[in-house]
């Protein structure tokens, strides 16, 4: 299983941070969590082939995990000879069918009929769907917006958890307890807390909550770059961390 970390950033246009979206690579799974704005450009950048993209999970519907959904979509037709024919499977919050259409009132019906099957799945918290290859997500709320959701993803031995945007929330500590890797969002310096996004002082509680193999941090405001992140991290957290850029990848050998 490899995880890679396409776009780290977030709504703050940032030097060399694209905005949400990684990309976990298991068996015959080519998973993109989130697509906000650059990831289909970054995902060129870093050479993963976005042609072979085989399922698309939104963790919540703010504009900086979604805006490159059309992209990819308009890619995935016109940007390579043939099209696209493999279906694509979309996951996310119930709601993600509506945003779709909206998307689609804003672009064209053509949007969502582009010669490739869309077959699209709202999942629930505590759901858990089969991916294909073995691989399953499953799924958890955080309190972000009214839909936001953390996604586990495990198959072939290993698990990743990736939190999307969340607050402090000590469920989510013992739902991801134990994955190889924590992938979760680090947002603002603990002088800048708020309910909604982590700080790296909460980051430190929630890896010493699950005990992760490496707490991989991502979507870094402009403040928070300011600050000792891994030293407040590390008050708590005794294990490795890792302050992801875009681009950066790990590989789990699998078990
Ligand atoms: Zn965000
Ligand atoms: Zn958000």
């Not at 490899?2 to 246009?13: E, F, K, S, W």
């Not at 990684?22 to 050479?47: F, K, N, P, Q, W």
């Not at 689609?104 to 582009?114: E, I, M, P, Q, R």
Request: proline letters at 5%; aromatic letters at 6%; charged letters at 20%.
């Amino acid at each position: 299983m490899r995880l890679t970390t396409v776009g780290t950033g977030t709504a703050a246009p940032t030097p060399g941070r694209v905005q949400s979206g990684h990309v976990i690579e298991v068996g015959a799974i080519r998973l993109l969590m989130d697509c906000g704005s650059g990831i289909a450009t970054r995902l060129a950048d870093i050479g993963i082939r976005w042609q072979e993209i085989t399922h698309l999970a939104i963790s919540h519907f703010h504009a900086d995990h979604v805006v490159d959904v059309p992209t990819l979509l308009y890619a995935w037709r016109y940007g390579q000879l043939p099209p696209r024919s493999r279906a694509l499977d979309i996951i996310g919050p119930v709601g993600t069918l509506r945003l779709l259409s909206r998307f689609a009132a804003v672009f064209g019906d053509g949007l969502l009929s582009l010669g490739y099957a869309l077959s699209v799945r709202e999942v629930s918290p505590g759901d858990t769907i089969a991916l294909g290859d073995g691989v399953t997500l499953g799924c958890t709320k955080v309190p972000h917006t009214e839909e936001s959701v953390a996604y586990s993803v495990e198959g072939h031995g290993r698990r990743i958890v990736y939190t999307g945007d969340t607050g402090p929330d000590e469920a989510l500590g013992t739902w991801a307890a134990g994955c190889d890797v924590l992938l979760a969002e680090c947002s603002l310096p603990d002088t800048m807390a708020m309910a909604t996004h982590l700080t790296p002082s909460q980051c430190g509680t929630l890896g010493a909550a699950a005990r992760p193999g490496v707490l991989a941090l991502t979507h870094f405001y402009p403040p928070v770059e300011a600050v000792d992140i891994r030293g407040e991290v590390g008050k708590q957290f005794g294990g490795s961390v890792v302050l992801a850029t875009d681009g950066w990848s790990l590989d789990l050998e699998e078990r």
